[in-house]
Every structure is written in structure tokens, then in C-alpha cells.
């Protein structure tokens, strides 16, 4: 049973109801002042609270998808490991494991519910669409008639599990968007600049599609004129879930920074029809993805020529959530610090654009020490709302201006005989 | 919160001792039990989602949570953010990539005077790590003159590059390279040859926990110094090398082991490489050490897309043993003398160049 499914949630949200009804019920029997009467009551308050509480719980994180699956919640029995071993030298770096995302209405990009809304819920499609081609997005992934005549016209959006050989990390239910003209006859033979963009912490990766509303904004300032076409990939920061690994290569642990920075683009450049240089390529990234966009740009300046983080923080976090993250080195930890980079380490050739709210983000002042730190080569761009919390509606409210600024630094995507931009 | 904290005890409370009040028959009681469980449960909610949002401030008003703030703010360019123009920004202490501080022909016997190229005496300075080291460039016969096709690399990690007598020293490895090349047993290449200890405490090419990055400086600023001066191939074409001799072993298998998208081949000493050379700076990490331990990559990371060649053979070697495709490990004996590396260079021609562009 999944744990965002709605028959899942019902269950829960049924034995919530039942157990208060069952309390009311139950209620008379315990009705002296006697002391086991007094604990039964607080016994049966208690789990009818509990199952209230946790129904609420299973519906709240359906909804946001903060996990998305039992083992992102619990982990998956062993414990994170440094990689997985056996990867086979020939199995592809990306797999698509969802082509047929819903029906595509005029329009939208994006799978939608039978009442037309976007849905809220990522699509669990399982298998390879290998359907006689028209048009080969990927290698193994081919579009026939119908379904490229809607992607020439609004794209598509591909879920995906990408392997990353250096490291052995395999991250599943990531999504890619490609944008119409990826898919017609005139930029047949042009490659797209990349932007990759990171969840936050936890997240399910379709809250970017859903949430951030990335691919349905691109998609609109592209048919505006704002911004060139690009390939958005759209990963979860997080590559060993439950726990938060922060972009980081753990000692003796996960190699997310490895993957993130080295697997994951070598993985899109060999599958899709993007640019490699580094002025095709930037990260973008919301919280812990924000922290991670401007690392990653940061450590990596000659694979993303810019970043955009979106209410990130720029110090070495270490939590609960995330265990021990340095190998208890103090000095590692200083090197995942990105404020102690900018003391210590010459400043890397690479643009930054940070954002925060003068009022309701609480680290709107560790976002202007790092912007303030920030020297040559290296350039720094803020972008301050009066007012927004730690939330989408805030991100949502930057994500134009930012996805414009990304665009001016990024190689654009001309057809032949077409006029720049 | 304290409001909320306080309501919800005192609900439990008064639900707990004022039970029997609500226990009778009949639909007022009941509709009074749903009411106050109702209560309590609204607190406790309540109660959750202010502390949740506390901690990170996920919504910082009630116009924020329903969703009235709207409007975006302006982009602006940091104190240093210098927008409109590009990264050109020359800073006083910028320094150049490559300065070339001398440059001699390299003698082939029997030979014209430039069928064997050029050493390079040099000084590199990476970007990004902020090291500067001297080092020389071996650069094939026809470099200059031959335009177009961009040269394979091997990078040299070695600690006699001064010496004239030692096959890993720079002017041996240019002349043994040089007669490779004029005899068309080799495809010309680019050799950038390295001291061991290319900063402070540097040992085997690692980065120092909070200090020299080393690690930085091959894996990044070394192609960016190497393709900014000079006509050679990207290290994502798989055609850069790495070789080492008895102090720079180490740092070359290492680089191969843990930066394969720069380093596709690596020729080192045979030995087991538990540990880099000099005393250990693992930043006080036992787990950091570890990973130091070559070994210990090749047992719980990935086989990595490289191919290893040790130059000696000896027995119980945990890398010939343990290798597994996509990583392939080999070993050669190597002729005494000062142009042993020969077969080295061989070996590396061979598997770097792509057939098609060798025939």
C-alpha cells in the first residue's frame, strides 16, 4: 500500500473516525472517579488523538509530498549505502519509467486530473513506452504520431531513474521536462542548455512540477519571449532517504555531491540532446536545494555556470535529520561551509542569484552575509520580496525573475536560420 | 503557543475529570462527548502545526498562509556582483594559467632537431584551488606547425622531475617520449609533468580537510590550465592519463579511482595503496582515512570506467584480484634504464587513442 495513495489516506482517515466514534461509545463504562477508570480514559483519548493525529499526518503529506514512499519515510532496511554494488558497465545512467504522464490538454505541459486541474499526485507509470517511433527523445524512449503532434506543441515531461555510475546512487521518480521545441523538426539537430533543479528537504521530486510549478512557468515565459527554451531535470536533493545528506560526500557514506554535480549531468548529456559546456548548464534549488544549487555551482563552476537558490542557507548544516554528515572533521565541515569557501578558498568564476523575504524568512540575514562575502570572479545577485515564509507561494512569487536571470547566462537554444534571442 | 499549550492541557484535564458529567444516555450527552473530543483534538493540531512552523517558519503571517501577499521584489547585483559584465573582471592578484619560463627543443637521435618537440619549463596556477606549482609540458614534434586535432593528455605525478638520471624525470620522459613519436610507435601527445607535493601538506593529491586542494587542483584547474594554452583534447573524451612514480603513485591511482571523468587511465607501481604517502591529513576523521585507503574504494565504490596499469609485476595484488569491467587492471615488467617508460607511454597511446584515428 503506498503511502501517498488515496485508498491508503481513507483507511487511515476511516479508523480516525472509528476510534473516536468508538470512544464515545465506550465512554459510560469509564464513567467512576476511580484511578485505573481515570488511566483507562487517558488511554483511550490518547490513541483516538493518535489515530486522528496520524490521519492527519498521512493526509498532509499526501498532499505536499514530503515522502513519497514507505521506504523515503523508514528508509529501506540497510543502511544508506556508500553505493550499490553490481552496477552493470552497459545499463543506462537514465531509465525512463514514465512517458504517458496523463492526458495533454492544449495548454499545459503538465498531467492533469479527469476535472482538468493539475494533478496533485505524481503519476506511478512503470515501464517503457516502446512504442514504433516518430520522433526518439531518448535512447530506448521513442514518441509516435499522436503523442508527438501534443509534445510539439506543449512538451513533455518524463519521470525517470537515474543511476550515476562514479557513485552507484540510484535515485528513482525523478522527472525531466522538455519543452515543445525540443520535439520539432527545426531544432532537430540544436542542443538545449540545462537547468537542474533540486527539491528541498524532504521532498518527493514532483513537487517541483506541482508545487514550484517549474515546467508550466518555463513554458509560459518561453511563449512570452522572456526566456529560451531549456531541458529542465528535476531531481530530489535528497539521494538516501529518509536521511537529509545535504549535497555532501559523506565520508564512508552516500557521494551525493558526487552524484549530483558529476553523475547526473554526464547521465542527461549522454540521453538527451543537451549542451555540455558549462554555459549550457545552471542548477536551481528551493531550501535545502537552494543551499545545494549554490554549492554545487560553487565546487563545480566548470560544469554550472550559475545557480539560483531559492531561500537556501549557506553554512554546513548538520541535524537529526541528516546524522553525521563530515566524518567528524570540523575541517571538512568548514569545506561544505560556503561562507568559510568564500573566506578561504578563492572565489570560483560563477554567478549566483539568492533570494529571501525581508519579512517571514528566518535566515534572511545568514542569505546577505553570504551575498555580501560574495568577490571576483565570482558574482552575486539578490532578489528580497517585502513578505514570504519558508514556503512555495513565496518561491513561486521569485521563480520568473529567476528562471529570466538563469536564461541571460545560459547558451540559448537557436534553430537555424532563426534570429537570437 | 504557550495560549495553545496551556488550552490543550487544560482540555485533557477537564475531559479527564469531568467524564462522568458526559457519560448519560441519550443525544445530549453524546453530541457533548463529539464536542469535547473535538476540542481537544483542535488544540493538539493547533498546538502541532505552531510548533512545526516555529521551527522553520514555513508561513510568517496568516496573510502568508491564505495566500494574499503577492508581488515579486527586483534582482539586484551584489556589492561585487558587477552585472552587465562578464567574468572578466581582471582582479590585481589574478594570475596567469601557464607562464612559460623557458623552453628547450628535445634532442632524438639520428634525428632532425625538430622531430622531437618541445619541454616547457612552466608555472600553473589553478583558479579555483589558488595552487601555483612548477611543472614542465612536453609538447610532440608538429605541434606548432599541425593545426586542428586536439592532443590526448598524460599527466605526471612525479618526485625526481629535476633529475637527469631518473626515468621519471622530466627530460627522460620528454626524450623517451620523443623517440616514441619520431619511430610512429606513438600518436603524439601532451605531457604535463608535476611535482608530488603540489601545495602545503599535500599528500598524494588529496584535498586536506580545510586546507590545500589538492584534489582541486587535478581535477579541475588542471584541464581548465591545460585546455586555456594549449591544443588538448577534453578530459570527457576519456583521453587524459595519469602516471606516477614511487612518491607520486598514489596521488595518480587515486585521481583515477576517484575523478575517472578527468583521469581515464592510470600507470603506477604496483603496491596496495592502503594509505597516501607522509604523514596522514585526514582532518581527524577516522572515516575520512579510511576512504584514503584505495583499497577500501575499490571494495565499496563502484568499479570505476578506468583502465590501471601497474608497472612491475608482484603477487597478491588486491587490485589485479578484485577489478572488475568497466575497470581493468594490467601489469607490465619494465626494461632497466633511464628509458623504461617506453612501454608506459606505449601502453597509453594504445588504449587512450580511439583505433580509428591510429590506423
Known sequence: MRL??????????????????????????????????????????????????????????????????????????????????????????????GSDLGPVPGGSALPEDANGRLASKPPHFKGKDT??????????????????????????VLQMTVTGSRTGIVSAANYVYLPPQYFQPAYAHVRFPVVLALTGYPNDTWSIVRWLDLPSTAANLVARGKIGPAVYVMMNVSVALPRDTECTNVPEGPQAETFLAQDVPQAVEHTFRVQTGRSGWSVLGYSTGGYCAAKLAMMYPYQFTSAVSLAGYYTALQDSTTGSLYGGSTAFRDENNLNWRLKHLPAPPVSVLVTSSLVGEHDLAGTLAFLHMI???????????????????????????????LSQRLTPAVAPGQPGP | MAVVALVTAAALAAILWFWPRLAGRGVAPVVARIGALCVLQLSVLGLIFLIVNGSAEFYSSWSDLFGDQSGGGAIVAGPDGHAGTSQNAVSGQALAPVT????????????????GGQLQTVRLYGQLSGLSTAGYVYLPPGYRTRGGTAL?????????????????????????????????????????????????HDQGCLNVPGGTQADLFFTQDLPQIVGSAYRAALPATRRWAAVGDSSGGYCALQLAMTSSETFALAAVPPGGYTAPPGPAE????????????????????????????????????????????????????????????????????STLQPPAVRS
Do not use: C
Open chain 2, 282 to 349: 585526514s582532518g581527524g576523521s577516522p572515516q575520512i582515512r579510511a576512504q584514503d585507503d584505495l583499497s577500501w574504494l575499490l571494495k565499496h565504490q563502484p568499479m570505476q570506467p578506468i583502465s590501471v596499469l601497474f608497472t612491475g609485476r608482484s603477487t597478491g595484488q588486491p587490485f589485479v584480484a578484485a577489478a572488475r569491467p568497466p575497470m581493468h587492471v594490467g601489469q607490465t615488467s619494465l626494461p632497466p634504464g633511464k628509458w623504461q617508460l617506453t612501454r608506459v607511454l606505449d601502453w597509453i597511446g
Open chain 2, 152 to 200: 590526448p593528455v598524460t599527466v605526471v605525478v612525479s618526485g625526481d622531475l629535476d633529475s637527469a638520471s631518473n626515468p621519471y624525470g622530466a627530460g627522460a620522459l620528454a626524450g623517451a617520449a620523443a623517440s616514441q613519436i619520431a619511430a610512429r610507435r606513438l600518436a603524439p601527445m601532451i605531457i604535463v609533468m608535476l611535482p608530488a607535493e603540489v601545495g602545503q
Open chain 1, 4 to 97: 501517498t495513495s488515496g485508498f491508503f489516506i481513507g483507511l487511515m482517515i476511516a479508523v480516525a473516525l472509528g476510534s473516536v466514534a468508538a470512544t464515545v461509545w465506550l465512554w459510560p463504562r469509564f464513567a467512576s472517579q476511580r484511578p485505573a477508570m481515570m488511566a483507562s480514559r487517558l488511554g483511550l483519548i490518547t490513541a483516538s488523538q493518535a489515530l486522528v493525529l496520524a490521519a492527519v499526518l498521512a493526509f498532509v503529506n499526501g498532499y505536499f509530498a514530503f515522502f513519497g514512499s514507505w521506504s523515503a519515510l523508514f528508509g529501506n532496511g540497510g543502511s544508506a549505502p556508500v553505493t550499490v554494488s553490481g552496477v552493470a558497465a552497459s545499463s543506462r545512467p537514465i531509465v525512463v519509467t
Open chain 1, 131 to 156: 512504442s514504433p517511433s516518430n520522433v526518439a527523445v531518448a535512447p530506448g524512449l521513442d514518441l509516435e504520431g499522436g503523442a508527438v503532434a501534443a509534445a510539439r506543441k506543449v512538451g513533455k
Open chain 2, 100 to 115: 612559460v619560463l623557458a623552453a628547450t627543443a628535445v634532442a632524438v637521435p639520428d634525428r632532425p632537431k625538430e622531430a
Open chain 1, 375 to 405: 568577490h571576483s570572479p565570482m558574482h552575486g545577485y539578490s532578489l528580497l520580496v517585502k513578505q514570504g515564509g519558508h514556503n512555495y507561494r513565496t518561491w513561486v512569487r521569485q521563480l520568473p525573475q529567476s528562471l529570466e536571470w
